[in-house]
């Protein structure tokens, strides 16, 4: 038997959990105060253990960090009443084994403490002992679909390793956040975040920019060159954020490497190794494998910032975040502008959750604070909303066509083989076939024969890809 200590406020809420748990794999204990449990762990140590977030004095990642203390390999699970970034980068990054959203629970919690308790479950993550967390600085990441809870994990379970991280995404989703993300919750918050746009000036001044330049002066006139510091020198113990990576000159792309490779570069028109001490955090909206192919990307820094690789999907495609961003955005913009808004009207969420978002959250940002400012009634409409005002068959096409979907094909391939995953034409093409079938039966009122003739294919075929679906 397997034993699982939960901690939970809620009695109600433990039982649910617990009933998740079989028991004649499982023998659980429940507690309902954190300094109670943490007492007795000094007696007894269970397999696992699982916390509820909202739990307070002490709170969840105080416990997850003491019971670190007391048994590293012990792994802890902390599942989140309400799911917040802030409590899954800092579960994880205390060194939680996983953060199980509400969405998730109860049944979540036997996948995850299986996981947990197949041998080296515990042993996942080492993170070294973290500071206060500087919360306060951190913007808040919004986002509660699955996908962004497992980027709020990510962020917890990397930041204070130090590696780097290479951030993917269209234009506008988050990259520089999360980046600043990682910085933060690193053990080099007290040092600078560096960002530095690569596609904003010539690939020329961005050498200089980058790695400083020997004063032309002092160079030719025998004295020692002096010399202006670059901004890897300005980053030194902080972290260095390189945007649009995609756009930096292979010549640079090398001095970036050695930094990499053996913590420090040569200053350009000089011989002289300068050392440097920063974290790479590297973001790209174009795809670095087409690049690596048409030769202006090298492979071997391409391997190197992708050891942790991290994709933000577009808006589009994580539509229930929409309704939370656009409140942050809008109470963010109600007190800069000192206006009283109530609130946005369903109609509004409705339109702006049907909107493409080419430009993904920052073109939703820039909306709502638009709409805030052009209100007048305390609740926001759509017309309110410039994007909304004009008419559907304006807005731009994004991810309505099959153009689209081939470039989606290729990023979700690039995304499934950089995580090492084999066997995927199934999983990709299976998606396709799925939405093909469940779009002509909608059109079809659910007849079968009409479906399979609009598709072309025979009627078996359809019958089996349905019952695929419903596996
Ligand atoms: N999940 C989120 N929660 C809150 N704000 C967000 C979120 N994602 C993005 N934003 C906001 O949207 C704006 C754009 O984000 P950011 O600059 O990080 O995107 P980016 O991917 O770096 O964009 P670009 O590719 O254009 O450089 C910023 O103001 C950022 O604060
Ligand atoms: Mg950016």
């Known amino acids: 038997m397997k034993q699982v200590w939960i901690l939970d406020r809620s009695s109600e809420h433990a039982n649910e959990l617990l009933a998740a748990l079989p028991s004649h794999i499982y023998d659980t204990k429940i507690w309902s105060d954190g300094d109670d449990m943490l007492a007795a762990l000094d007696e007894s140590l269970p397999d696992l253990v699982v916390v509820e977030q909202a739990i307070e004095k002490p709170r969840a990642t105080a416990v997850v960090r003491a019971v670190k203390?007391?048994?590293?390999?012990?792994?802890i699970i902390v599942t989140a009443e309400q799911t917040s970034s802030k409590g899954a980068i800092e579960s994880m990054r205390e060194g939680a084994y996983d953060y199980l959203p509400r969405e998730t629970l109860p049944g979540g919690l036997e996948d995850a403490a299986r996981r947990a308790l197949s041998g080296d479950g515990?042993?996942?993550?080492?993170?070294?002992?973290p500071g206060p967390g500087d919360v306060e600085e951190l913007g808040a990441i919004v986002g509660r679909t699955p996908e962004m809870v497992e980027i709020h994990k990510l962020i917890g379970q990397v930041a204070e390793t130090g590696v780097a991280v290479l951030i993917q995404g269209e234009p506008g989703t988050g990259k520089e956040l999360v980046a600043r993300a990682l910085h933060y919750n690193s053990d080099r918050r007290g040092g600078p975040f560096i960002a530095v746009n690569c596609s904003a000036v010539t690939p020329e001044s961005l050498d200089l920019d980058l790695f400083g330049a020997v004063t032309g002066a002092d160079a030719g006139s025998g004295a020692s060159p002096a010399s202006e510091l670059g901004r890897v020198e300005m980053a030194d113990e902080g972290t260095l954020f390189f945007d649009d990576i995609d756009a930096?000159?292979?010549e640079t792309q090398a001095r970036v490497l050695s930094i990499l490779e053996e913590?420090?570069?040569?200053?350009?028109?000089?011989?002289?190794?300068?050392?440097?001490?920063?974290?790479v955090v590297a973001a790209t909206s174009r795809s670095?494998?087409?690049?690596?192919?048409?030769?202006?990307?090298?492979?071997?820094?391409?391997?190197?910032?992708?050891?942790?690789?991290?994709?933000?999907?577009?808006?589009?495609?994580?539509?229930?975040?929409?309704?939370?961003?656009?409140?942050?955005?809008?109470?963010?913009a109600a007190a800069k502008m000192r206006r009283e808004i109530d609130g946005i009207s369903p109609a509004a969420i409705e339109l702006l959750?049907?909107?493409?978002?080419?430009?993904?959250?920052?073109?939703?940002?820039?909306?709502?604070?638009?709409?805030?400012?052009?209100?007048?009634?305390?609740?926001?409409?759509?017309?309110?909303?410039?994007?909304?005002?004009?008419?559907?068959e304006s807005w731009p096409a994004t991810g309505g066509?099959?153009?689209?979907?081939?470039?989606?094909?290729?990023?979700?391939?690039?995304?499934?083989?950089?995580?090492?995953?084999?066997?995927?034409?199934?999983?990709?093409?299976?998606v396709?076939?799925?939405?093909?079938?469940?779009?002509?039966?909608?059109?079809?009122?659910?007849n079968q024969v009409r479906a399979a003739k609009l598709l072309g294919i025979s009627r078996n075929t359809l019958r089996k890809r349905m019952a695929e679906e419903d596996r």
């Open 353 to 392: 959750q049907e909107y493409p978002w080419p430009w993904n959250v920052r073109e939703l940002e820039q909306s709502v604070h638009g709409a805030v400012a052009f209100n007048r009634t305390g609740v926001l409409v759509p017309e309110d909303f410039e994007v909304l005002r004009v008419g559907r």
């Open 122 to 129: 515990g042993l996942i993550q080492t993170i070294g002992s």
């Open 288 to 332: 670095l494998v087409s690049l690596m192919k048409e030769g202006s990307f090298r492979v071997d820094l391409f391997y190197r910032l992708k050891v942790v690789s991290l994709f933000l999907p577009p808006l589009r495609d994580r539509r229930e975040d929409i309704a939370y961003l656009a409140g942050h955005f809008m109470r963010r």
């Open 401 to 430: 066509t099959c153009r689209d979907l081939a470039a989606a094909v290729r990023t979700d391939f690039e995304q499934r083989t950089g995580a090492g995953e084999e066997a995927i034409a199934r999983s990709i093409t299976a």
């Open 263 to 279: 913590g420090s570069f040569e200053r350009p028109g000089t011989r002289k190794k300068v050392r440097a001490d920063v974290r």
């Open 248 to 250: 930096m000159s292979l």
């Open 432 to 446: 396709v076939e799925e939405e093909l079938v469940r779009a002509a039966l909608e059109e079809c009122d659910g």
């Open 69 to 75: 203390e007391r048994d590293r390999r012990l792994p």
